[in-house]
């Protein structure tokens, strides 16, 4: 079964670039099966998808973050990651890392992790 | 791609049903039977409930179920318990668009 952890700061200035790591255990990041992706969710509101890579490295982007959204993947760590440039309070949110499953089912997620956008 | 569109709330007693609805496009969920719902409790991460529209993953109770009718899809509660309150969430086009999210309140 496969098991996602979310790491990285949990504070970020604004304007500065929010970077997260997503480390996958219990399965390899570079199989067939699966993309790799990253869900937000502001307090108290709904989730918004970010964006999904697989790992030959192809991605997918949210047209509304697109300009300031990469993830990229390094399989040598089984590990993929999310960055976020020029953040805004309205970046405040829990992110969490899964696995879409090529039906688009997002079937195993990480516990989430809360990066606030405060000076 | 605009999110999908579901009830803020919905209410039922313990022992009742109840159905969640979800509408989108002929672009999103009239195009394939591939919604997914996922149940979230407070300070919890989602929980895949249904997948490609109608299918429960292992471990899941069969008092979930999916169906779709077009561009709208439901998710139906049967025999409500107490830990079925939650919110939920639907999702389409490949995983890209969300619901908004409803609240189940069990009376």
């Known amino acids: 079964q496969l098991q996602l952890q979310e790491s990285g700061p949990g504070l970020v200035k604004p304007s500065e670039t929010l970077s997260l790591t997503c480390t996958v255990s219990?399965?390899?990041?570079?199989?067939?099966?699966?993309?790799w992706g990253w869900i937000r969710q502001p307090p108290g509101k709904g989730l918004e998808w970010i964006g999904s890579?697989?790992?030959?490295?192809?991605?997918y982007y949210n047209p509304s973050l697109k300009s300031r959204v990469t993830i990229s993947v390094d399989t040598s760590k089984n590990q993929f990651s999310l960055k976020l440039s020029s953040v805004t309070a309205a970046d405040t949110a829990v992110y969490y890392c899964?696995?879409?499953?090529?039906?688009?089912?997002?079937?195993?997620w990480g516990q989430g992790t809360l990066v606030t956008v405060s000076s | 791609q605009s999110a999908l569109t579901q009830p803020a709330s919905v209410s039922g007693s313990p022992g009742q049903s109840i159905t969640i609805s979800c509408t989108g496009t002929s672009s999103d969920v009239g195009s394939y039977n591939l919604v997914s719902w996922y149940q979230q409790h407070p300070g919890k991460a989602p929980k895949l409930m249904i997948y490609e529209g109608s299918k429960r993953p292992s471990g899941v109770s069969n008092r979930f179920s999916g169906s779709k009718s077009g561009n709208t899809a439901s998710l139906t509660i049967s025999g409500l318990q107490a830990e079925d309150e939650a919110d939920y969430y639907c999702?389409?086009?490949?995983?890209?668009?969300f619901g908004g999210g409803t609240k189940l309140t069990v009376l």
């Open positions: 999702c389409s086009y490949a995983g890209r668009v």
């Open positions: 219990g399965g390899s990041i570079s199989s067939s099966s699966y993309y």
């Open positions: 899964a696995s879409l499953a090529v039906a688009g089912t997002w079937d195993y």
């Open positions: 890579i697989y790992y030959s490295g192809s991605t």
